[in-house]
């Protein structure tokens, strides 16, 4: 498995959110420019999984980003692992997961 979310980006809009499963998994959000700005995960308790949250997502930001996602049962492990991967690369947090980290070990990705 790949440590960094390879995927393509998707606009995130209505008609991109609706077409996305409800499945358990994990996200990431970019800006216009393609900033990582909030990594995050739709887990047991999410009523939809991945489309309710970024649905939740689209109607807290509004236009102008743009989301990828996995799908994946171990969602929890593999949010820490992003978020680190993330930290490892840039020296901090994206910003919308700066407020409320959870406490993270250390990873040095190649």
Do not use: C
Request: positive net charge; proline residues 5%; charged residues 25%.
């Amino acid at each position: 498995m790949r440590l960094r979310l390879n995927k393509p980006w998707r606009s995130l809009d209505a008609a991109e959110t609706a077409r996305v499963q409800g499945q358990l998994g994990v996200y990431q959000i970019a800006d216009a420019s393609g900033t990582i700005v909030m990594i995050g995960e739709a887990g047991a308790r999410t009523t939809f999984g991945l489309r309710s949250e970024l649905q939740r997502e689209l109607a807290a930001r509004g236009p102008g980003f743009s989301f990828r996602f996995e799908v994946n049962q171990q969602y929890r492990t593999r949010w820490f692992e992003m978020l680190m991967v993330h930290q490892a690369d840039h020296g901090e947090l994206p910003l919308d997961n700066r407020a409320n980290p959870p406490k993270l070990g250390r990873l040095s990705p190649a």
